[in-house]
């Protein structure tokens, strides 16, 4: 009873002080039954990337390196805030894992990753459609919600311009409350 009574505690105290992380900003454009419309400004992202073609082999190698940038591993030694959601940007060709930066920095602000295969780069202005999805994201998940929103794109007719991005906001720890959204950037006009 004691230990069930502080894994309840533990878990409310993480998702109190991960509702305190900074995430990406975007605006809701529309409301659809089942996913939403979102215009996401530009951002800058730090990225890694793999001959990874699925989540299962993506997930703790690109975190790792990422994690190790904003550590400290770049040229001032720096620490930088974690923020949310992780990227991750799958295909048959290979893959990436992107930290948004905190909005503090830009390109020229942000310490130079010590590790020559994190890359900073500065994302264009898109409008997407985004389905969530709650628990632990896998595989067979991202497929599912993957298709479920290219189904009901192609129903209202809205033509997709891209691949898609799982968006992961919880660390692993997080048993209580996950959000995972799939991403796939359209064609918008406001």
């Known amino acids: 009873m004691a230990l069930a009574f502080i ?29 939403e419309i979102r215009f996401y400004p530009k951002a800058t992202f730090a990225t890694i990337r793999s001959n990874g073609t699925n989540y299962k082999q993506v997930a703790s190698s690109g975190f790792r390196k990422l994690a190790g940038y904003i550590f400290g591993g770049n040229d001032q030694n720096k620490s930088i ?29 942000l310490p130079k990753p010590k590790d020559a295969s994190v890359e900073i780069k500065q994302s264009e202005e898109v409008y997407t459609a985004v389905i969530a999805f709650g628990g632990y994201a896998n595989d067979e998940k991202i497929n599912d919600y993957t298709n ?34 799939i991403s796939i950037p359209i064609e918008w006009k406001e």
Request: charged share 25%.
């Open 148 to 181: 479920r929103l290219v189904a009901l794109l192609q129903q209202k007719n809205i033509k997709i311009t891209g691949g898609f991005i799982f968006l992961g906001y919880n660390a692993p720890y997080e048993f209580i409350g996950r959000k995972n959204e």
């Open 81 to 109: 805030s974690m923020t949310a959601p992780v990227r991750m940007e799958m295909s048959e060709k290979g893959s990436a894992m992107s930290f948004v930066m905190p909005e503090q920095y830009d390109m020229a602000s």
């Open 7 to 35: 894994f309840i505690v533990f878990q409310s105290f993480r998702k109190f002080t991960s509702s305190s992380i900074e995430t990406q900003k975007y605006r809701v454009v529309k409301k659809e039954e089942g996913f």
